[in-house]
Nanobody
Framework: QVQLVESGGGLVQPGGSLRLSCAAS????????MGWFRQTTGKQRKQVAV???????NYADSVKGRFTISRDDVTNMVYLQMNSLKPEDPAVYYC????????WGQGTQVTVSS
């Protein structure tokens, strides 16, 4: 059974940084596209960054240059380094394994406030 567990969220001041982690179990992530998404109350979940099994990355325009997705296929971990956090970045951040429906974690809350 595939399980994804996100961690690393919290409260940070504008301009600050956070590093989110996603621990996968039940399957190797090595053959999957791994992604980070975020969702705010009442809105659709949106893609933030993806990292394909082939090594390509793609970022939402709103986070380009500030966020970096990385993966470690040996330890089955995916990370999202978030720098220069802005007031519009707060959301619940989710990790996804695969594409389409895929497998999802339970999310981790990111709050940006002074």
């Amino acid at each position: 059974q595939v399980q994804l567990v996100e961690s690393g969220g919290g409260l940070v001041q504008p301009g600050g940084s956070l590093r989110l982690s996603c621990a996968a179990s039940g399957s190797s992530i090595s053959v999957y596209t791994m992604g980070w998404f975020r969702q705010t109350t009442g809105k659709q979940r949106k893609q933030v960054a993806v990292f394909t099994a082939g090594g390509s990355t793609n970022y939402a325009d709103s986070v380009k240059g500030r966020f970096t997705i990385s993966r470690d296929d040996v330890t089955n971990m995916v990370y999202l380094q978030m720098n220069s956090l802005k007031p519009e970045d707060p959301a619940v951040y989710y990790c996804r394994m695969g594409v389409g429906a895929g497998y999802w974690g339970q999310g981790t809350q990111v709050t940006v406030s002074s």
